[in-house]
Structures are given as C-alpha cells and as structure tokens.
Nanobody, 121 residues
Framework: QVQLVESGGGLVQAGGSLRLSCAAS????????VAWFRQAPGKEREFVAA????????LYADSAKGRFAISRDNAKNTAALRMNSLKPEDTAVYFC??????????????WGQGTQVTVSS
C-alpha cells in the first residue's frame, strides 16, 4: 500500500508554469505506475499523464502533450508534474495516482487528496 500527498498547486496567470509534487510513503513506490489525473468543476476526472515504474516510459493526454512533463524519483519516493504554458482550461484539482497499471480510463488503486490549480485569463 502507498499513501500519496500532493503539493505545489496555486493560482497562476495564463501562460505561466507550475510544478506539482507527489510524495509517497512506503518502500514500494518503485513498484507502482504513477499518474496525474485532474477534475474540473462539473466535469469528470480525466487522465493527464503517466510514468512507468522505472521512469523510462511516459504517456500524455492530448491536452498535456508538449506542455506538461511527468517525472519521478524512486530514490526519494516522489513524482512531479511540470506544467508550462498553462491555460484557463487547465484549471482543476490535480490528483496523484498510483497502481499496478494505469491507463486513460483505468486509474490505479491509490489516490492523493488533490491540489487545486487555478489559471486566470
């Protein structure tokens, strides 16, 4: 089992950048695929990006390609999502997610509490 805690959200102007962090407890973090999902007001939670256990493979939603970068440091039990060129439509609560396998429509079993990202126009 793993516990996840996100940080780094906030208010930023359109075109700005933010770096979200996900700190994981437990010694088995490297056993899990890690992903970021987001949920905007009135919308369903959606996939943003995922990274493989060793960090050698990544997957992005079309909305994140070219702007966001997911990374992880297994030695520090952390993952991150660097977000550049932010748009108002990126406004959402962002969740760190971990599991044995993750895809666009199948999140992992473990969730953080979420961190709010608000992009002003």
């Amino acid at each position: 089992q793993v516990q996840l805690v996100e940080s780094g959200g906030g208010l930023v102007q359109a075109g700005g950048s933010l770096r979200l962090s996900c700190a994981a407890s437990g010694r088995t973090f490297s056993m899990y695929v890690v992903a970021w999902f987001r949920q905007a007001p009135g919308k369903e939670r959606e996939f943003v990006a995922a990274i493989s256990r060793r960090g050698d493979s990544t997957l992005y939603a079309d909305s994140a390609k070219g702007r966001f970068a997911i990374s992880r440091d297994n030695a520090k039990n952390t993952a991150a999502l660097r977000m550049n060129s932010l748009k108002p439509e990126d406004t959402a609560v962002y969740f760190c997610n971990a599991g044995a396998s993750i895809s666009y429509f199948s999140p992992g079993a473990y969730w953080g509490q979420g961190t709010q990202v608000t992009v002003s126009s």
